[in-house]
């Protein structure tokens, strides 16, 4: 992005976004692989809102692979949301 501030402000509202979809999910997720699924899906659909082309789907999916993202979503729900 050329733009700082357009690239945060995306930023942060996929994170948003990301945060919604997990309270919404995670209660009736109880495995990392249901959790990878649903999550893939849900990045797809990102993609399709944010009109992403193939190549650079495929420079996110080598920079960050859905599993290890799923896993560590995971981790973190099952450490910090469930401790509460």
Known sequence: ???????LTRAVNFL????TWLEQN???IH????LEARYTDFLEAHTVD???????KMVYKDAGPIAFA???LFRYWQKVRNAT
């Open 16 to 19: 948003d976004d990301v945060e």
């Open 26 to 28: 995670m209660p009736e």
């Open 31 to 34: 495995d990392v692989e249901l």
């Open 1 to 7: 992005y050329s733009d700082a501030n357009e690239h």
């Open 50 to 56: 944010a009109n992403m082309d193939e190549a650079t």
């Open 70 to 72: 799923a896993s560590g």
